[in-house]
């Protein structure tokens, strides 16, 4: 099966910028569309982005649009989130998913203050 491991996430202060990294090994079947959740503390699941396996974003969620970037490298097997401008309500464990969100990261904490 396919295993992510997201890496980046530290503490930062407000208008700080970051770059979450999630590496992508095993079985890459699934994984021509890759995306990005969060989940802040004591909320739900929020949809961050989504790129296809060409490049094209198909997803930013407008809390983030204009601020954060999704890429990939696929000769890296890699998915980038270019996080700038951050704000104290980016402040969320970050999981990187799989197409149709079927697999899952253990998650890397950005914390913005």
């Known amino acids: 099966h396919v295993q992510l491991v997201e890496s980046g996430g530290v503490s930062v202060q407000a208008g700080g910028t970051l770059r979450l990294s999630c590496e992508v090994s095993g079985d890459t079947s699934g994984t021509y569309c890759m995306g990005w959740f969060r989940q802040a503390p004591g909320k739900g699941f929020e949809l961050v982005s989504v790129i296809d396996g060409a490049g094209g974003v198909r997803y930013h969620a407008d809390s983030v649009k204009g601020r954060f970037t999704i890429s990939r490298d696929n000769a890296k097997n890699t998915v980038y989130l270019q996080m700038n401008s951050l704000k104290t309500e980016d402040t969320a464990l970050y999981y990187c998913?799989?197409?149709?969100?079927?697999?899952w990261g253990q998650g890397t904490q950005v914390t913005v203050s």
């Open positions: 998913v799989t197409e149709g969100f079927t697999h």
